[in-house]
């Protein structure tokens, strides 16, 4: 069994913040692949289903963010889960906006969420962090995690939603590298491969030149020939 948190802050205000991108992705989850309604449960809300055989929990912490390691540890302890079958999806300031990486234990970089978590069940779970960017200044963090996302970042967002989904049963086989390319395939252009190209386009054709005019023949007669031929 695999516990697949996603973290974020409960409640309508803080829905499309940067700081609940790791909500938005287990909600992509749960809908794609047809878990259970939501209920609540463990401190926080929970759905259930399979991916093939192997079973999983989508866990959405209702602690507020700091506080997301009493839900997790109380999801864990009810099920008997071991750190090594949870998996925590949460937004990153070190990565781009759309980057995601995949990350097998390490510290909790600061993050208040992974933090918490850390402080209940160590360091060795996995995680997929998806990149927002950063504010540029330390003292901006706050301000900008608790902020919306802007309405332009919507295509990306869809994209890294939908990869993720996508590779989420080879995420719960802990088949990392194929998650890794289910997430590529969304969030990086394809470039046309020759079998595919259409047919190669021709060089215009140019006009055809215009058919030479008769040059004038040279009359070679005398001149008493002309004068001859002019009485005939």
Same mark, same amino acid.
């Given at each position: ?8 802050? =409960?409640?309508?205000? @803080?829905?499309?913040?940067?700081? #609940? ?9 749960? *809908?794609?692949?047809?878990?259970? =309604? %939501? ?26 963010? #700091?506080?997301?390691?009493?839900? /997790? ?9 071991? +750190? ?12 781009? =906006?759309?980057? /995601? ?10 993050? #208040? ?10 360091? $060795? @779970? ?17 301000? @900008?995690?608790?902020? $919306? ?6 295509? %990306? ?8 989904? $996508?590779?989420? +049963? ?37 006009? =055809?030149? +215009?058919?030479?005019?008769?040059? +004038? *023949? ?15």
């Amino acid at each position: 069994m695999k516990l697949i948190v996603g973290l974020g802050n =409960p409640g309508a205000k @803080y829905a499309r913040n940067r700081h #609940n991108i790791g909500f938005m992705a287990v909600e992509q989850i749960a *809908v794609d692949h047809g878990f259970s =309604p %939501w209920k609540s449960k463990h401190q926080g809300s929970v759905a259930e289903g399979r991916f093939g055989s192997t079973r999983a929990i989508l866990l959405r912490p209702e602690t507020f963010m #700091n506080k997301s390691g009493d839900s /997790v540890a109380a999801a864990m302890r009810f099920h008997k889960i071991e +750190p090594e079958d949870v998996i925590v999806l949460h937004d990153e300031l070190d990565l781009a =906006p759309g980057k /995601v990486k995949f990350k097998m234990g390490g510290g909790h970089a600061g993050h #208040n969420g992974l933090r918490s978590i850390h402080g209940h069940i160590g360091p $060795d @779970y996995g995680r997929v962090r998806l990149g927002i960017g950063h504010p540029g200044h330390k003292d901006r963090v706050a301000g @900008y995690v608790l902020h $919306d996302f802007a309405k332009g970042d919507a295509d %990306w967002i869809d994209d890294v939603l939908r990869g993720i989904s $996508d590779g989420a +049963p080879f995420l719960a086989e802990g088949d990392n590298a194929k998650f890794m390319n289910a997430v590529s395939l969304r969030t990086t252009p394809q470039r046309p491969s020759t079998g595919t190209k259409g047919p190669a386009k021709t060089a215009p054709q140019a006009a =055809p030149a +215009p058919a030479a005019k008769d040059a +004038p *023949v040279s009359d070679e007669r005398s001149a008493l020939q002309k004068l001859l031929q002019r009485f005939k």
